[in-house]
């Protein structure tokens, strides 16, 4: 997936975001929060399934080149600068892996 199009579908996900917001201000109904959460919830998986499609982490102990799960991706520690903890696949290093784009 490239950047135009994953550009394209965050900015179609936080139209959504804005949308539902106003709605949920214009009816602030129980039934409508429940729906407004579970929307929220489910653009959440989607913008996590967008950056797991479009990106990768290489290993700077054994250039392995690997790719993680939806729910590793969701609930790994992130830190912009330094990246993503995580654990290689191939040699077991425990530590922040820089992210890399798909092209």
Not at 5 to 11: C, Y
Not at 52 to 67: A, V
Not at 92 to 101: D, H, I, M, P, Q
């Amino acid at each position: 997936m490239n950047g135009k199009k994953i550009a394209i579908s965050l900015a179609v996900l936080v139209a959504y975001c804005v949308i539902g917001g106003i709605i949920i201000s214009i009816y602030q109904s129980p039934t409508t929060i429940t729906v407004y959460v579970a929307f929220m919830i489910i653009c959440l998986l989607a913008l996590v399934l967008l950056h797991k499609k479009s990106s990768y982490y290489i290993c700077p102990d054994c250039d392995k080149m690997f790719e993680i799960g939806l729910f590793k991706d969701l609930l790994s520690a992130n830190n912009g600068i330094k990246g993503k903890r995580l654990t290689c696949p191939k040699c077991g290093r425990k530590g922040w892996f820089l992210e890399y784009s798909n092209k």
